[in-house]
């Protein structure tokens, strides 16, 4: 029943459906019933050590046996800088007065490791069907360890040129990354988010302009997305805020509340919560120190002064100061079990290209 | 074989293809060639007093009794701000002096009216089938002199809160213009240009938020995008720069040149030219004035100042002072006769629904 079967027989799945491996918001859980429904499962590997990944991908085998993904980060580490750093947090600091917290307890450290050597043991040693990188390809060295052990290798671009270089640098299947999307922008080859255009643009823009099959994603949360993403090209879909509101994903009360109700002019790409541009939607910190601020510390620095706030308010039912990512559509999204909605959304994409189809004379 | 019939009955036109009026780069010799082949045809007046526009008037009916829209702009009249204006001169005096004008030379006055009771009338006398508008409905007492004449009362939305104003404010039909679009965004309720979402979040969330057709923008250029806009809910299209491409639109040589070849990431949103969010191929002055400046005359006040210098710059060939606008996917665009183009869409849009119902089990 789909267009195009090159990406279910290049994974070895039923729909072609990819989880978008969300870290901080989801594991195996969703990623395995994800799987287990027909699509690509996921795990998000980008706010793990390789031996606790190790420990994920044993618990997602425990549930499925199906193809998944691992989702890695591999952008370049962070340059400490000192002076950025204090300047951040002493920016922070009347929000820790203001919290009961003192400013100047020490922060946690970063928790996003960029692809390395030990991550990359663990891709060679568990096999899964595919390696997704953000934030462009691993270095080649790294990057030909996993080609040789057998991995599908995705990579998001945000632009025709990123997509261009992927596919000249090895990438078997590109994720057209719409500006809509949740979550962190997988920019590489530019940090100027005026060059971030739609899914509508940059869907058949990239299509065309290279031979790999490309994934649609942003924006798409039911069978109207699915199909229109087909209809622009699309050999795929890439789904993650719909499944946020799955009772699998791992998301804060007041994420899951505030992804119920969020119109896409209540979402902003913001930098303030990593130090990289991500869609969210506007919580407290993003309207007091953002959405877009210069001089902060590199990604994903940001995050660490933030995250003693983050737990207090958390704790206290508020996501003034969580990152809530969430694509621009996301009041589109149903909450019912993963491998329902997946099974919802099959449905309704069948329904809508046969209402297309009925259109004909 | 259309989808969606309603706005087909409520306009009088066989495809449910709408020009968008782009003021400054066409006039009614595109507009009547698209009626012609069966769209709806545009004559925009948002650059033209009311004299000159029932000129064009009559001009389009020489060529065509097909169906048309008037298209205005309906922004609140600037207040004038002395030491803004002269800010502004000052920014722009380095280039007067580099192309040999004289920085103190006096400037030409807006060319942008909002609508008012002179083009009220004009509608009320020439009775075109559509009045459109931009920036926001008219005032009631203009708005109810349009609906007495009979006219089909569009606006464009960018937001979900504004496609429910102009639902609930007496417009027929809705334009959603995601962040794709060329041209000048048409927010009204908000000046944020974060909370501009890309055609394939927005045209979902507004068709479900109102019950009045909703015609999609941003992003369309071919068949592709025309089937996924029908995909996602849309009754109809709104076709801009896709017809820029055809030899009866008035843009520049530079203008026309550039329309070819630019990728989604060459574009962006700029105020720098007139004071409100437009997207433009990225060009001289926004690289260097923007793409966004704070501290600028209201709209459509900077036009003034870089009149001159665009004038001089297009002689000489160059659009490095010109508003480039254009929709992030121009470089789809095909070089062709306007009404060739319709036909083509046509058959390309027919093609497209017809491979989406062959995936059909």
Known sequence: MWP??????????EHPFLLSPMAGAMDWELGAAFAEAGGLGAIPCAMLNAETAREHVRKFRELSNKPF??????????????????????????????????PNRSIPS??????????????????????????????????????????????????????????????????????????????????????????????????????????AAGGIMDGRGIAAAFALGAA?????????????????????????????????????????PARGIRNRVMREQGPISDDLPQFPLPANALAPLRAKAEAEGSGDFSPLWSGAATSLGRAMPAGDLVGLLVSETQERMRSLARMQP
């Open 110 to 215: 970063p928790q996003r490791a960029a692809f390395n050597d030990e991550l990359c043991d663990l891709v060679v040693e568990v096999k899964p069907k595919v390696a997704s990188f953000h934030f462009g390809l691993p270095e080649p060295r790294l990057l030909k360890r996993v080609k040789q052990a057998d991995c599908v290798v995705l990579c998001s671009a945000t632009t025709v040129a990123e997509a261009r270089h992927l596919e000249a640098n090895g990438a078997d299947i590109i994720i057209a990354q719409g500006v809509e999307a949740g979550g962190h922008r997988g920019m590489f080859l530019t940090d100027d988010i005026a060059t971030q255009a739609g899914t509508f643009a940059l869907v058949p823009l990239i299509v065309d302009a290279v031979k790999v099959p490309v994934v």
């Open 69 to 102: 993904m691992l989702g890695f980060f591999s952008h370049k580490p962070p340059q400490p800088d000192n002076q950025r750093e204090a300047a951040w947090r002493d920016r922070l600091a009347p929000y820790y007065r203001e919290l009961g917290l003192d």
């Open 236 to 276: 795929g879909v890439q789904l993650g805020t719909a499944f946020l509101h799955c009772p699998e994903s791992k998301v804060s009360k007041p994420h899951r509340a505030a992804l119920k109700t969020a119109l896409p002019e209540d979402t902003a790409l913001t930098n303030v919560m990593t130090g990289k």
């Open 4 to 13: 195009d079967r090159r990406i279910l027989q290049l994974l070895g799945i």
